[in-house]
């Protein structure tokens, strides 16, 4: 391998890595917190990558996009807590589990009826395409927006958690429900507030996602394997863990692809199957 | 002769010392109880010798064999039965069903697949017989919740007993037993002290007076004191420990 | 289920129940084609083969409480094997199903090794992860025939001159193996193993502490669970000629934690009368609604639970079919059942 596909590879695990810690920890925190693990949280990926679709389909400007999109299933996320997880905060883990599973069932039966069986993709704008020169190496202008856009979101992420004034509650609940009321804080407001954040950020990564790759009604299957993936590395509820999870993922793949092509996605399973044997709570693991 | 011996047991926790260089013998044969006060140690030096926690250091040795490095199911397989603190039963068994499965340990079908655990009458007449010696025989069919506090710590003990252990270690057995309940309990240790070397951990100093041939008393993870029931109770340390936290 | 020993009443209710259904089973096709059109037969079929698999389902979930969401993994297997064994080696049954029963076997203690430290949440993510790979894996695989699956089974016999092509012949071969796998389960679940089994669900340290090695324990009950689903898997690829990667998919093994759910788990009879229900459904559903009744099956699954204020395991004492079966009989619902 010459050092610029290295550098290549690097630079696409990366990005694709970055995409992923957008799924994934919002999907393990939303358990941490919550104790709720969300089987359609693929779901509102998938959603987002249509939906973003759509709207890319119907005014051609992918900045709109790239915010209605998310802004839309934020929306849909807030609805559906509000009406069917909320009912089940306290019950055994199967009964939320139950729920997504069968809200993912409606969902990617709703999209297959709605846009069809055929794979998609977004469209993206003329300035996006082609090349760019990072030093001798020629990357995909869009991938390097990916790269620099997801960065930035994961980084305003993580300080939101370790630094802001609801980033506390948010860690703490991962610990300890009751004392986080003892302090006054409305539990319910903040489950709600952190679930429509996850499902935006969800539909963040599937505009993201669906500008790269092909957008189809199985997707939320894999991305929820994806995600859930990172977190047996990474541990559940633990951010860290999300991301370094992420990365080796969004490593595997970019340099397995290269290596053995149509082997890239048994690498993911094969690391996670080598991080069961011999640290089987994850890296990261907080509980 | 020593049933068991602690050597130099310490374990850290989050920079918590919990046990410091505690060095322990169980003689053989002989009924020995661990005293202290709360927070001493005393049900985690149970969780070293039984396996369920690991020392940061030190041995433990039991038939001439270090047992800190086997797991639990292991070390019960050698002979040395537990009882807990908080009840430990199969609530939504039976309570016949609950010493039945301690008992099957040592069947020789004891996990098959294949052979009938109704029929298994050697393991059936061990626990009907385990039933009377703890007085739940009449209780028989009733599902294990729906005991009384101090019939499910009976039951307790009588899984234990079930395991025919060479060594039997009671944590706290008549916590929440009614007088008459601990009295009957005393009894109980007593006969099966006969054949039984036993340990228990108790806060009742009337049972401890009683029923020991040892006492080993603990305070902040380290041994303070030990010797017969006479020694340990003129003894200063003891006396400081036990007045000072009054 | 209550865990106490059989009572003498409910055991006569049950044995007779046993016998009404295998009587009905064994006179149905003599009605087919007469009395009701044989398309019921097929139907039934259908019931029994899934009904093998949730037997095997029971045993892990109901009475050891680890609710597998994979089990699609082991009946695809199944499935394949056979299906590539009856195209290219030998056209016998019997060898169709060794093998199977041998792969599966494999990957069983294999993931058994994997999974048996991880519970509940992380058993059902992670099974499901694994049947996953497996799907993606038929999916891609061109030599087994990729998204489109494996075609043109010749059907296999049972002895050299029967073949179980036939409806007939493979029906009762069917309800044989169905038989079969349900003595066995009964005898699993009353056995020694079978005691451990429940004591590990409702207090897996306790049980330690009594001197069992309970990961092994959970390997083993995780591997015959998988077998049953082999036995089922190859039955399928008998009774249908094609093998598509759908059988690893994650909603077949949705369908099969809801066929044991709504059954009512920890039972064995409860599952399989659960496979009832939901293929009546499903059939009923689809020849109503065409391409929307997956969505309306998965808008079920989210009514019932958020019917359900208690969580799943009221349901399945209050709604499943061993619960009304028993107050139809006079006795309290069973009880401790699911998780």
């Not at chain 1, 509102?44 to 299933?73: D, E, K, Q, R």
């Not at chain 3, 077949?252 to 788990?265: A, D, I, P, T």
Request: charged share 15%; net charge positive.
């Amino acid at each position: 391998m010459t050092l610029s596909s290295f550098l290549t590879n690097l630079l696409y695990g990366i990005t694709i890595g970055s995409a992923y810690t957008l799924i994934a920890s919002g999907l393990s925190i939303v358990f941490g917190v919550m104790g709720v693990l969300n089987f359609a949280h693929g779901s509102f990926v998938m959603l987002g990558a249509y939906t973003g679709m759509t709207i890319m389909n119907l005014t051609g400007n992918f900045w709109l996009s790239l915010t209605l999109a998310p802004l839309a299933i934020a929306l849909l996320g807030g609805i559906v807590e509000k009406s069917m997880v909320s009912r089940l905060y306290g019950k055994d883990i199967p009964s939320t589990l139950f729920l997504t599973f069968g809200l993912s069932m409606v969902f990617s039966n709703a999209v297959l009826l709605i846009w069809g069986g055929s794979h998609y993709s977004i469209q993206l704008p003329a300035y996006f395409k082609g090349f760019i020169n990072l030093g001798g190496i020629y990357y995909p202008k869009f991938r390097l927006f990916v790269l620099i856009f997801s960065c930035v979101l994961v980084a305003v992420l993580w300080l939101f958690l370790s630094r802001s004034r609801w980033g506390l509650p948010i860690r703490a609940g991962l610990f300890d429900l009751e004392t986080v009321e003892a302090f006054g804080i409305d539990i319910y407001k903040v489950f709600s507030v952190l679930f429509i954040i996850c499902s935006g950020l969800a539909a963040v990564a599937g505009v993201i996602i669906g500008s790269m790759r092909s957008i189809n009604p199985m997707m939320d299957l894999d991305l929820i394997t994806i995600a859930l993936i990172v977190i047996v590395i990474g541990g559940l509820g633990s951010f860290k863990g999300a991301l370094v999870g992420s990365l080796v993922l969004g490593l595997a793949e970019a340099f397995g692809a290269q290596a053995m092509p149509g082997f890239a996605k048994f690498t993911t399973w094969v690391i996670m199957a080598l991080v069961l044997l011999l640290r089987p709570k994850g890296l990261f693991s907080e509980r | 002769m020593d049933m068991l011996r602690i050597e130099n047991i310490s374990l850290t926790i989050g920079g918590l010392q919990i046990l410091r260089n505690v060095n322990v013998e169980l003689p053989e044969g002989k009924i020995t109880s661990i005293i202290g006060p709360n927070g001493a140690g005393k049900t985690t030096l149970f969780n070293v010798i039984t396996g369920r926690m690991s020392p940061t250091t030190g041995k433990v040795w039991f038939k001439d064999r270090n047992i800190v490095k086997l797991s639990p199911f292991q070390i019960a397989r050698m002979g040395i039965a537990r009882s807990f603190q908080i009840t430990n039963i199969f609530q939504r068994m039976s309570v016949f069903e609950n010493v039945c499965l301690a008992a099957q340990t040592n069947s020789p079908h004891r996990c098959s697949i294949f052979s009938q655990a109704a029929a298994d009458r050697t393991t059936s007449r061990k626990a009907e017989e385990i039933l009377e010696v703890i007085g739940l025989a009449a209780l028989n069919e009733k599902l294990a919740r729906e005991l009384s506090h101090g019939d499910q710590r009976r039951l307790e003990i009588g899984m234990s007993l079930a395991t025919e252990p060479s060594f039997l270690m009671l944590d706290e057995p008549t916590s929440g037993m009614s007088p008459a309940e601990t009295a009957a309990t005393i009894d109980l240790i007593r006969s099966v002290g006969e054949k039984v070397t036993i340990c228990i951990i108790e806060h009742k100093m009337n049972l401890v007076m009683t029923v020991s041939d040892k006492i080993i008393v603990l305070n902040l993870g380290q041994k303070i004191a030990e010797g017969s029931p006479e020694e340990v109770a003129s003894d200063e340390q003891v006396r400081k420990v036990y007045l000072g936290t009054a | 289920m209550a865990d106490t020993q059989e009572g003498r009443r409910g055991f006569g209710t049950r044995r007779l129940v046993e016998a009404a259904i295998l009587a009905a089973l064994l006179l149905l096709p003599l009605g087919s084609g007469r009395l009701f059109s044989d398309f019921y037969i097929a139907l039934c079929l259908r019931i029994m083969i899934f009904g093998v698999l949730m037997l095997g389902f029971d045993l892990l979930a109901g009475y050891c409480g680890l609710v597998s969401f994979g089990h699609a993994m082991f009946f695809g297997t199944g499935a394949y094997v056979a299906a590539v064994t009856w195209k290219y080696f030998s056209d016998s049954m019997w060898i169709g199903m060794l093998l199977g029963l041998g792969l599966n076997a494999v990957i069983g203690y294999v993931l058994g090794l994997l999974v048996v430290r991880t519970r509940t949440v992380y058993f059902i993510f992670l099974t499901f992860a694994f049947s996953q790979f497996f799907f993606v894996t038929a999916n891609s695989w061109r030599l087994i025939g990729g998204t489109d699956g494996l075609t043109g089974i010749p059907a296999p016999t049972l002895l050299p001159g029967i073949s179980l092509g036939e409806r007939i012949p493979f029906y009762y071969f069917t309800v044989a193996l169905l038989v079969a796998a349900y003595l066995v389960a009964r005898r699993i679940v009353n056995s020694h193993f079978g005691r451990l089994l429940r004591g590990i669900h409702q207090n897996e340290e306790r049980v330690k502490f009594l001197g069992y090695n309970s990961p092994l324990m959970i390997r083993r009950v995780f591997l015959i669970s998988g077998l049953f689903g082999s036995v089922s898997g190859t039955l399928m690829a008998c009774f249908q000629p094609f093998v598509p990667p759908d059988y690893y998919h994650l909603s077949m093994s949705g369908e099969f934690v809801m066929m044991g759910l709504l059954g009512g788990m920890g039972t064995l009879v409860g599952p399989l009368a659960g496979t009832a229900i939901v293929i009546f459904l499903g059939d009923f559903l689809s020849s109503w609604l065409k391409e929307a009744w997956m969505l309306c099956l998965g808008a079920m699954y989210v009514i019932c639970i958020l019917f359900s204020p208690e969580g799943l395991t009221k349901i399945v004492s209050n709604l499943s079919a061993t619960g009304l079966l028993a107050r139809l009989f006079g006795r309290k619902g069973p009880q401790g059942q699911g998780s």
